[in-house]
């Protein structure tokens, strides 16, 4: 198992993390189903009012999918199969709170799992930054959802800039990505004080707010996500393979994330 779940049962709080230190828990495909069950569990445990995530060993919150996973692709290239589209809280239609708590890295696909949690708590090791320019593939959805939590000067910078340049826990705080800095090491239990907090009121009004704060984003993230495959599925090619598309051969390929 390469996610650990667990729960108190008094104050209402699940902690979920994501187990594979080794490989600074990136996610591969064993990993991104265990998330999607973790989050529809949740939805029918009444016993779980929120949630906090994070990652283990201190080093990373996550990296993204782990480049060894082999995802196989249709062979249009206007769709993508991509493992990490499954892999939040708001993807499962889970409207509990999720917050994230972040020690180290979090970086690539690891915006999949922050653009999805209510709000983000980062200690002061924490960094983010976007590979994806840097490896020659298009950021998409790793953009769209930092565009729902930062100006839009912020997030193309970050985007652009590649591994070229991380984002501070300080810069994440200022520029809204993150809502509170720690001391390291202590951005787990600053969550777990949050969501017990949150946790301890009503259950309907706390999930209603949250449904009600994510209407208030939705539509134009909605039509942002579905410009992305074709994006991705164009300018993740090899340029001889764009050119075959121009000339209308057809076909597609994925690189990992």
Same mark, same amino acid.
């Given at each position: 198992?390469?996610?650990? %779940?667990? %729960?108190?049962?008094?104050?209402?709080?699940? #902690?979920?993390?994501?187990?594979?230190?080794?490989?600074?828990?990136?996610?591969?495909?064993?990993?991104?189903?265990?998330?999607?069950? &973790?989050?529809?569990?949740? *939805?029918?445990?009444?016993?779980?009012?929120?949630?906090?995530?994070?990652?283990?060993?201190?080093? $990373?919150?996550?990296?993204?999918?782990?480049?060894?996973?082999?995802?196989?692709?249709?062979?249009?290239?206007?769709?993508?199969?991509?493992? #990490?589209?499954?892999?939040?809280?708001?993807?499962?239609?889970?409207?509990?709170?999720?917050?994230?708590?972040?020690?180290?890295?979090?970086?690539?696909?690891?915006?999949?799992?922050?653009?999805?949690?209510?709000?983000?708590?980062?200690?002061?090791?924490?960094?983010?930054?976007?590979?994806?320019?840097?490896?020659?593939?298009?950021? $998409?959805?790793?953009?769209?959802?930092?565009?729902?939590?930062?100006?839009?000067?912020?997030?193309?910078?970050?985007?652009?800039?590649?591994?070229?340049?991380?984002?501070?826990?300080?810069?994440?705080?200022?520029?809204?990505?993150?809502?509170?800095?720690? $001391?390291?090491?202590?951005?787990?239990?600053?969550?777990?004080?949050?969501?017990?907090?949150?946790?301890?009121?009503?259950?309907? &009004?706390?999930?209603?707010?949250? *449904?009600?704060?994510?209407?208030?984003?939705?539509?134009?993230?909605?039509?942002?996500?579905?410009?992305?495959?074709?994006?991705?599925?164009?300018?993740?090619?090899?340029?001889?393979?764009?050119?075959?598309?121009?000339?209308?051969?057809?076909?597609?390929?994925?690189?990992?994330?």
């Amino acid at each position: 198992m390469a996610l650990r %779940t667990e %729960t108190d049962r008094e104050t209402g709080v699940a #902690l979920v993390t994501l187990d594979r230190p080794e490989k600074h828990n990136a996610i591969d495909l064993a990993t991104a189903a265990e998330l999607a069950a &973790a989050w529809q569990a949740f *939805r029918f445990d009444d016993g779980v009012r929120a949630v906090v995530l994070t990652g283990a060993g201190g080093r $990373a919150f996550c990296t993204g999918i782990d480049r060894g996973v082999d995802v196989p692709q249709p062979p249009s290239p206007y769709t993508i199969d991509d493992p #990490l589209l499954t892999i939040g809280p708001k993807a499962n239609d889970l409207w509990k709170p999720v917050i994230a708590a972040v020690e180290g890295m979090a970086c690539g696909g690891a915006f999949y799992l922050l653009g999805e949690a209510e709000f983000v708590i980062a200690s002061e090791t924490a960094a983010f930054f976007d590979p994806h320019t840097t490896y020659g593939m298009v950021s $998409a959805y790793e953009a769209i959802a930092m565009a729902q939590r930062m100006p839009f000067g912020e997030v193309a910078r970050m985007s652009l800039m590649g591994t070229a340049e991380r984002v501070s826990a300080r810069r994440a705080y200022e520029t809204g990505l993150v809502s509170e800095v720690t $001391a390291a090491g202590g951005a787990v239990d600053a969550a777990l004080r949050a969501a017990g907090v949150i946790a301890s009121y009503p259950t309907r &009004a706390v999930q209603g707010t949250v *449904r009600a704060v994510w209407s208030a984003r939705e539509a134009a993230r909605t039509q942002a996500m579905a410009h992305a495959p074709h994006l991705i599925a164009l300018g993740n090619l090899p340029p001889e393979r764009q050119a075959d598309l121009f000339r209308g051969r057809g076909g597609g390929e994925f690189r990992t994330r």
